[in-house]
């Protein structure tokens, strides 16, 4: 039964995660977003291309829907598995950023899932995003990367759901939450292996860095 409901949470938000933002919008913009510039449907490409307008629909919507896998499953499974309700919420966001970056319909081609990512925080973990934040705004502030906030934000989430696991605040019995950890960690682990590339060209000095002068 419990196999079960961690299968039908991470279904869930797989399928609320293949509402790629980004792509929607493009097409209604009639252009392909991801032939534009790095090729990736997230909120930064499209912030870049087709401006700020743009970018912030598609950064609430890929957020939003991370939020609704989540709320559906904290619906479905408040009752019946109140003692891991927050490991299968979990698994919800994991399904929510796996639809994102491997939409079935695009050829697995979607995202990096960092707004999916800011989602999670905000219904599974929001005493999280503060630091998460404050991170994200003085890593790109100070060194003008995205890439470089973005893994930060992954990296403090994991470590930050670790610390507050331990201390009790996630309600869950002490034998889910090894799982809890794996699977936060997972989700860290391919958040920075997505930005391989961005990686790559912040060591050879030719990542693309954040600007102000983008289309309206």
Known sequence: MEIL???????????????VTGYFYGKLQKVDIRTMGS???GTTNTLRNLGWKAGAVTFLGDCFK????????RVLFRKDGADM???????????????HNFPFY???KGGKGIACTAG???????????VCLALFVLAVAITRYVSVGSILVVLSFLLQTVIFGQMGWFHVSEGYL??????SAVITGMA?????????????????????KHKS
Request: proline share 4%; charged share 15%; net charge positive.
């Open 5 to 19: 409901q961690r299968v039908l949470a991470l279904v869930i938000g797989y399928f609320c995660g293949c509402f």
């Open 39 to 41: 090729g990736n449907a």
């Open 66 to 73: 991370c939020v609704l896998a989540i709320c559906l499953v």
């Open 85 to 99: 309700l927050k490991l299968l919420e979990l698994y919800a966001g994991f399904g929510a950023i796996l639809g």
């Open 106 to 108: 695009l050829k697995f």
């Open 120 to 130: 999670l925080l905000v219904a599974f973990c929001p005493f999280e995003i503060p």
């Open 178 to 183: 090894p799982e809890l950890y794996i699977l």
């Open 192 to 212: 920075i292996w997505r930005h391989k590339s961005n990686i790559g060209r912040l060591m050879h000095g030719t990542e693309n860095k954040f600007s102000m």
